[in-house]
């Protein structure tokens, strides 16, 4: 499968925990972007990279949200200290950068659920 | 905030019936592409159209743009029960050097067999 890979698909943690979320791109792409989905809406904007450089921040990425993509390859998104309201689909993409008509893949998402 | 916006929100029609959903949005854009999502996965994309394009097919799939009002349409033509999904528009804009794909909040498809 060539297409961009998230892993665990599921993730069930108690509040206060900490988690953390990968995401494989497809292996050309260059941009890699992080979304929120909950129930009903569409796709949050969190946070995107160009290459490893991490080139913009959503106000809805608070200080317990921390997002690396170290070389340039996969990305991680973690959450600390979990509250009930971070429950949500969390939804990467990649796309080619250096042009700005090309389309933007998604993954499978990761569904977290705060108890 | 989200810039693009679909209408209407649900949409139910029976097997065999074009489905229509349109996008409005707000600022001037390089592309709008348009995905679905079935409940509870991921998103697929489906179409992407340049500011430079008005019509494009693929399949059953007909989008328009219209960039002197802002607004795009999503027509599905001979539905099926499998297209059943939440469909969404997305916008991007290479303004201010970023170029972030934003999303609306969808319209809910329910094709009855």
């Known amino acids: 499968d060539t297409g961009v890979s998230q892993n665990p698909r599921h993730k069930i943690t108690k509040r206060g925990q900490n988690v953390t979320f990968r995401c494989d791109p497809i292996s050309e792409h260059n941009r890699l972007y992080w979304y929120r989905q909950t129930l009903g809406q569409g796709p949050e904007f969190l946070t995107y990279?160009?290459?490893?450089?991490?080139?913009?921040k959503s106000r809805l990425l608070s200080d317990r949200f921390s997002a690396e993509r170290p070389k340039g390859s996969f990305s991680t998104l973690e959450i600390q200290r979990t509250e009930q309201g971070d429950s949500a689909m969390y939804l990467c993409?990649?796309?080619?950068?250096?042009?700005?008509?090309?389309?933007?893949?998604f993954g499978q998402g990761t569904r977290l659920t705060v108890v | 905030s989200q810039q693009g916006e679909e209408d209407p929100q649900a949409l139910s029609i029976q097997e065999g019936e074009n489905a229509t959903m349109n996008c409005s949005y707000k600022?001037?854009?390089?592309?709008l592409q348009w995905y679905r999502q079935n409940s509870g996965r991921g998103l697929v994309h489906l179409i992407l159209i340049r500011s430079n394009e008005r019509e494009k097919h693929s399949g059953r799939l007909r989008v328009t743009l219209d960039t002197s009002k802002k607004s795009s349409s999503l027509l599905i033509t001979a539905s099926r029960a499998a297209d059943t999904a939440s469909y969404f528009c997305a916008t991007a804009s290479s303004s201010g050097g970023s170029y972030i794909p934003t999303f609306g909040r969808g319209t809910s498809l329910i094709v009855h067999p």
């Open positions: 600022t001037s854009i390089n592309n």
């Open positions: 993409a990649s796309s080619l950068a250096g042009q700005t008509n090309t389309e933007a893949f």
């Open positions: 990279f160009q290459n490893e450089a991490q080139l913009e």
